[in-house]
């Protein structure tokens, strides 16, 4: 039963690939310019060139590098202080103003002044942190925010431990929380240090490479680069659904 629903499954992914692959070549031929848009056929090539040479895996090994630590940074310090602003209204006020500032900075703002004050290798690194710290601030807090009021009355009643209340009470309600706030985090890290990477340029960077194709007026390496990154996203976040045993529909995963 189970082999049967993977199966078809699987079958319906290749149909969905098969359908906008199609419509990607429909829109090459009613277009008819290359150098504007290439074909699915052309972009596929250059895409598998890219693999042919080993300075595209340390391209793209120190974009990974930087995404990562953009990504950890920002739960490092975005889950512990989301969780004390959720458990402490007064702390929530103190550190609001400063979240609605970061996620209403434009992302191009943000590249342009760490330009100004970091070198050329941390900028992304530094984007990245920048859009990814609030996703997960505001989602911790929320979940904490959201924990079961009943459950805090009856931890209230029967005199458990501040400690065992949090790690038994509010941690697992803002787990889910912080599972979805970090895998949006994942796309949204992805597209962050790419930017930065563009405007940066720091050596051995994705971003480099789509400012070079854009720069030869090479659509086809602009592509592939791109697609790219949108598979390392898509894996980055499979990855991180498998190992928190956490789907992107919000739902926890079980053991069959």
């Given at each position: 039963?189970?082999r ?18 199609l419509?990607?070549e429909?829109l ?14 052309a ?5 598998g ?7 595209s ?5 120190t ?15 975005g889950?512990?202080?989301g ?19 970061l996620r ?9 002044i760490?330009i ?9 690194i ?7 710290f ?6 911790t ?7 079961d ?18 790690s ?7 787990l889910?929380?912080i ?8 796309g ?17 960077s994705?971003?480099a ?13 602009l ?12 894996i ?6 498998r190992?928190?045993r956490?789907d992107k ?8």
């Amino acid at each position: 039963m189970i082999r049967s629903i993977t199966k078809n499954r699987k079958i319906k992914l290749l149909l969905i690939i098969l359908f906008w692959l199609l419509v990607w070549e429909g829109l090459y031929l009613i277009i008819g310019r290359d150098i504007y848009f290439p074909s699915p056929a052309a972009t596929i090539e250059t895409l598998g060139l890219l693999f042919t040479k080993s300075e595209s895996y340390i391209v793209i090994l120190t974009s990974i590098y930087r995404t990562v630590l953009a990504l950890l940074i920002s739960a490092a310090i975005g889950i512990p202080l989301g969780a004390l602003c959720g458990y402490s209204k007064d702390f929530f006020d103190l550190f609001n103003p400063m979240i609605i500032v970061l996620r209403s900075t434009p992302v191009i703002s943000i590249i342009i002044i760490a330009i100004i004050w970091f070198p050329s290798t941390q900028v992304p690194i530094f984007a990245g942190f920048l859009m990814c710290f609030p996703v997960i601030f505001t989602a911790t807090a929320a979940g904490v925010r959201g924990t079961d009021v009943k459950l805090l009355e009856m931890c209230r009643v029967y005199r458990i431990a501040r400690r065992r209340v949090i790690s038994s009470v509010y941690f697992p309600s803002a787990l889910p929380y912080i599972h979805s706030s970090i895998i949006t985090s994942i796309g949204m890290g992805w597209k962050a240090v790419a930017a930065a990477e563009v405007l940066a340029m720091p050596k051995n960077s994705i971003g480099a490479n789509l400012f070079f194709a854009k720069i030869a007026l090479d659509p086809c390496a602009l592509f592939a680069w791109t697609f790219v990154i949108i598979i390392l996203s898509y894996i980055f976040e499979g990855l991180y659904g498998r190992v928190s045993r956490y789907d992107k529909d919000r739902k926890r995963k079980h053991n069959v």
